[in-house]
């Protein structure tokens, strides 16, 4: 399994900007895309974006389009989630994660996990 490991969570204002980012322990070739997910508290791990390692194909939910952007630097193992106009109900715990398969918004598709970033946006 691949170690992934998630940084840059925290406390935002509604409107404002972060940036997640998620390094990978093992070589890029390994995995086919990589993934963020979401979770609030009382709901449903959901798809947020994720990007294939080669070609940089890029996927995202609907809730997201336009304001957030998934992005991934190959030398340095690493997939970036530059999320612009944020609102309150993007607050979540961010995962990211690897997967070898096609599959890229099914959760059940990717085999290893970050151990995930508070993101909170305050109203």
Known sequence: ????VESGGGLVQAGGSLR??????????????????RQAPGKE????????WRGGRTYYA????????ISRDIAENTVYLQMN??????TAVYYCAATRLYAVV???????????TQVTVSS
């Open 62 to 69: 609907d809730s997201v389009k336009g304001r957030f952007t």
């Open 85 to 90: 106009s944020l609102k309150p109900e993007d």
């Open 106 to 116: 099914l959760p059940a598709s990717y085999d290893s996990w970050g151990q995930g």
């Open 20 to 37: 997640l980012s998620c390094t990978a322990s093992e070589r890029t070739f390994s995995s086919y895309a990589m993934g963020w997910f």
């Open 45 to 52: 791990r959901e798809f947020v974006a994720a990007i294939t």
């Open 1 to 4: 399994q691949v170690q992934l």
